[in-house]
């Protein structure tokens, strides 16, 4: 094989690993408001989100489009496949230490982190006016429009459902949260899936295997979805129990409202704008809105400033791995 090819192959296979890393770093961000409600069981909720991130793969176009060609500017070659090498595995490793601690960071910010970082180490070119129009605007943004959001909704249906008996909203809540479930699923699998498949796409590019960095061979999204619903299915029991019953005490109204919330920003970014937004961070800060309706204090700020702070860590932490990283991939490429 030429050293091309197995450039782009090393390259292709650890955006696998990043993938299924992602798939159960991120499980969190679809089902654990179902699972703390007891809407959905823990395996049936899993299932679900893996079919749903299968699905969300296909829808992940535009998304793809902007992380594999308007994030970093690189030259064909083998030396620049091992500037996404090390980037990816810069990813990898920050989502590891933040699954191991239960933080739901942004896998996708890790991701684009660590590319950036690796870049910058081998003097490569950043699309700056792309990274904050596509990456650090949203990054902003969508937290505060989940909370907005999240606490607007909430609030429409504590007003609609006012007269209500509890436990018999409680039950129909539980079922409609399996609708916002699945949706939540298919909007991170068009936001997650296809960041992965924008990698390999970038490695396919660099490698001289394609002439664009905006086409997508069909092969790449049946295998990023693949890998992305059995890293989903193998669950993030950690992640989950932090975002399911740490910020708040989530009921069934409260489950369905964030969902939706979160989903319907999911949905826009990807189909709309093409942006590359963090499920974690839109779902988390719509659960934050949620909580707020009770009272201020029944949203525990020490765990979300935690989880805020790995946040901000997020993309200079990745980064910062991943240019250490291409140090010491640099001399087998």
């Given at each position: 094989m030429s050293?091309?090819?197995?450039?782009?192959?090393?390259?292709i296979?650890?955006?696998?690993?990043?993938?299924?890393?992602?798939?159960?770093?991120d499980?969190?961000?679809?089902i654990?408001?179902?699972i703390s409600?007891r809407a959905?069981?823990p395996?049936?909720a899993?299932?679900m989100?893996?079919?749903g991130n299968f699905?969300?793969?296909?829808?992940g176009?535009?998304?793809a489009?902007?992380v594999?060609s308007g994030l970093?500017?690189?030259?064909?070659?083998?030396?620049?496949?091992?500037?996404v090498f090390a980037?990816v595995?810069g990813?990898?490793t920050?989502n590891?230490i933040?699954w191991?601690?239960g933080?739901?960071?942004s896998?996708?910010?890790?991701?684009i982190?660590?590319?950036?970082?690796?870049?910058l180490?081998a003097a490569?070119?950043?699309?700056w006016g792309?990274?904050?129009s596509?990456v650090?605007?949203?990054?902003?943004?969508s937290?505060?429009v989940?909370?907005?959001?999240?606490f607007?909704?909430m609030?429409?249906?504590?007003?609609i459902?006012?007269?209500?008996?509890?436990?018999k909203l409680?039950?129909?809540?539980?079922?409609a949260q399996t609708v916002?479930a699945?949706?939540?699923s298919?909007?991170?699998?068009?936001?997650?899936a296809a960041k992965?498949?924008?990698?390999?796409?970038?490695?396919?590019?660099v490698g001289?295997?394609q002439?664009?960095a905006e086409?997508i061979?069909?092969w790449?999204?049946?295998?990023?979805a693949t890998?992305?619903a059995l890293?989903?299915?193998?669950?993030?029991?950690r992640?989950?129990r932090?975002?399911?019953?740490?910020i708040?005490?989530?009921g069934?109204?409260?489950?369905f409202?964030?969902?939706?919330?979160?989903s319907s920003?999911?949905?826009?970014?990807a189909?709309v704008l093409?942006a590359p937004i963090?499920?974690?961070h839109?779902?988390?800060s719509?659960?934050?809105?949620?909580?707020a309706t009770?009272?201020l204090?029944a949203v525990?700020?020490?765990?979300?400033?935690?989880i805020?702070?790995?946040?901000i860590?997020?993309f200079?932490?990745?980064?910062s791995i991943?240019a250490?990283?291409?140090?010491?991939?640099?001399p087998?490429f």
């Amino acid at each position: 094989m030429s050293p091309e090819l197995v450039a782009v192959l090393a390259v292709i296979a650890v955006a696998m690993v990043f993938d299924y890393t992602n798939g159960f770093h991120d499980a969190a961000n679809a089902i654990a408001t179902s699972i703390s409600t007891r809407a959905l069981t823990p395996r049936v909720a899993l299932a679900m989100a893996a079919v749903g991130n299968f699905i969300g793969a296909h829808f992940g176009a535009e998304v793809a489009k902007t992380v594999g060609s308007g994030l970093v500017d690189l030259p064909s070659g083998v030396s620049s496949l091992g500037i996404v090498f090390a980037g990816v595995i810069g990813a990898i490793t920050w989502n590891l230490i933040t699954w191991y601690f239960g933080l739901p960071s942004s896998s996708s910010h890790a991701l684009i982190g660590g590319l950036v970082g690796s870049t910058l180490a081998a003097a490569g070119t950043v699309l700056w006016g792309g990274i904050a129009s596509d990456v650090v605007l949203p990054m902003i943004l969508s937290p505060l429009v989940g909370f907005g959001l999240g606490f607007l909704v909430m609030v429409g249906v504590q007003w609609i459902f006012r007269h209500g008996q509890p436990a018999k909203l409680n039950r129909g809540f539980r079922y409609a949260q399996t609708v916002s479930a699945a949706a939540m699923s298919v909007g991170h699998g068009m936001q997650d899936a296809a960041k992965t498949i924008g990698i390999v796409v970038l490695a396919l590019y660099v490698g001289g295997f394609q002439d664009s960095a905006e086409t997508i061979p069909e092969w790449v999204f049946w295998t990023s979805a693949t890998v992305l619903a059995l890293g989903t299915y193998a669950g993030g029991w950690r992640i989950i129990r932090t975002l399911g019953r740490k910020i708040i005490d989530l009921g069934p109204p409260e489950g369905f409202a964030a969902e939706t919330v979160a989903s319907s920003v999911l949905y826009f970014n990807a189909l709309v704008l093409g942006a590359p937004i963090s499920t974690t961070h839109t779902i988390t800060s719509a659960i934050m809105g949620v909580g707020a309706t009770k009272r201020l204090s029944a949203v525990r700020w020490g765990v979300a400033g935690n989880i805020v702070g790995a946040w901000i860590l997020t993309f200079p932490a990745a980064g910062s791995i991943g240019a250490v990283m291409y140090f010491v991939a640099r001399p087998f490429f």
